[in-house]
């Protein structure tokens, strides 16, 4: 079956340490998205990536880095420069290539990543 | 900027019906969604309407889309414990693959005994 799968589930991190999220979708979607949930905030977007070796800045992307070598990979950096990284991380895709498009995102199972 | 407005909390009796609101500020959005996400979970696309629609209905679920008052409405029938999640009203403002999806958000639906 085709999915977007994150990883690692929970993570946990010291303080000036950086850490990367996994995010893998095998959907054949042309763009991807990381978005951060905190509670009683919605999601906001952190960086998102329309085809392979391009992406963009969300609304939140200070501390935050990215990269898309492969279509099907869109790996997040949280780097010691983000000041608050303790949240919900959410990876999601969408666009699929060749077929029509209702803007649906596909998202993953999320990770959790704490800060001790 | 696009601006999608909820409410954060809706309690409502196994059985009865759950309305959940949803206002939003562009006027050119094309499809307006609701996702739903259950605890330590992603969110799943649960129906979307295309704003030349007024209504949606699928099974428990009915979609009401008011474009001149710019609001969104999703009813689920007879609530089970099953529908406790949170619940995102979501815009897209055209068309084009460089716009962005606007979330509210979320309205926690919490179900009472």
């Known amino acids: 079956d085709g999915g977007i799968t994150q990883s690692p589930k929970y993570l946990f991190r010291k303080e000036g340490q950086n850490v990367t999220l996994s995010c893998e979708q095998n959907?054949?979607?042309?763009?991807m998205y990381w978005y951060r949930q905190d509670p009683g905030q919605g999601l906001r977007l952190i960086y998102y990536?329309?085809?392979?070796?391009?992406?963009q800045k969300g609304d939140i992307a200070e501390g935050y880095s990215v990269s898309r070598e492969k279509k099907e990979s869109f790996p997040l950096t949280v780097t010691s420069a983000q000041k608050n990284p303790t949240a919900f991380y959410l990876c999601?895709?969408?666009?699929?290539?060749?077929?029509?498009?209702?803007?649906?995102?596909?998202f993953g199972e999320g990770s959790r990543l704490t800060v001790l | 900027g696009e601006d999608v407005e909820q409410s954060l909390f809706l309690s409502v009796r196994e059985g009865d019906s759950s309305v959940i609101n949803c206002t939003y500020t562009?006027?050119?959005?094309?499809?307006l969604y609701w996702y739903k996400q259950e605890p330590g979970a992603g969110l799943q696309l649960l129906t979307y309407?295309?704003?030349?629609?007024d209504m949606k209905q699928d099974q428990r679920l009915t979609v009401l889309l008011n474009k001149k008052d710019k609001h969104l409405s999703l009813r689920i029938a007879d609530t089970q414990t099953g529908d406790s999640a949170i619940y995102f009203c979501?815009?897209?403002?055209?068309?084009?693959?460089?716009?962005?999806?606007?979330f509210g958000k979320g309205t926690r639906l919490h179900i009472l005994p």
């Open positions: 999601a895709s969408s666009i699929p290539s060749g077929r029509a498009w209702t803007g649906e995102l596909f």
């Open positions: 959907l054949n979607h042309d763009a």
């Open positions: 990536s329309q085809i392979v070796n391009d992406f």
């Open positions: 562009d006027s050119s959005s094309t499809y």
């Open positions: 309407i295309f704003s030349n629609m």
């Open positions: 979501a815009v897209l403002g055209t068309m084009n693959r460089d716009d962005k999806i606007i």
